[in-house]
């Protein structure tokens, strides 16, 4: 949440000349609510689900496409397996100040943080990438540094991951 990836992703999608996905609004767009309308109606269990259906449907139906998709996405029903296996997963390992200073502009739009306390909200931050840093870990690319690299450096070590 808050590392880059839709940014990041729609720059390389253009660069690559495929389609670009956005795991979330595509959900958004299935199910005409906002992902915080649908966490407050159903919970995330039930959100969790569409994401995984939804991430099936998208690989099922493209040939080749560069998809964002959300923080949890990897860490639930195998979807980090599932991911590994048909594509290259990139994981944007974006500082924890950055994180901070991004979601606290972010905070109503997100549905896991919209709730927390400003002064909470770097403990949550720290708390969710450790609870997810198994995950992440398994990624077949890791930028620790997004500001760093250029897109040209970007795509290129991503193609021959």
Not at 47 to 69: A, G, I, P, Y
Not at 86 to 107: A, C, P, S
Request: aromatic residues 10%; proline residues 2%.
């Amino acid at each position: 949440m808050g590392s880059g990836k839709t940014h990041w992703g729609k720059q390389l999608a253009h660069r690559l000349q495929l389609p670009f996905y956005d795991l979330d609004e595509v959900i958004v767009q299935q199910e005409d609510r906002s992902v915080t309308e649908i966490f407050a109606d159903c919970g995330e269990e039930y959100f969790r689900l569409l994401e995984k259906q939804t991430l099936e449907k998208l690989v099922d139906s493209n040939v080749s496409m560069v998809l964002s998709c959300g923080g949890g996405t990897p860490c639930f029903f195998n979807n980090i397996e599932y991911m590994k296996k048909y594509g290259t997963v990139v994981w944007l390992n974006t500082q924890v100040d950055v994180l901070l200073t991004r979601l606290l502009r972010e905070k109503p739009q997100r549905p896991l943080i919209k709730d927390i306390t400003d002064d909470d909200l770097r403990i949550y931050i720290i708390r969710k990438l450790n609870e997810r840093r198994m995950y992440y870990e398994q990624a077949d690319v890791i930028f620790d540094k997004e500001d760093g690299i250029s897109m040209n450096e970007f795509i290129q070590t991503v193609l021959h991951a």
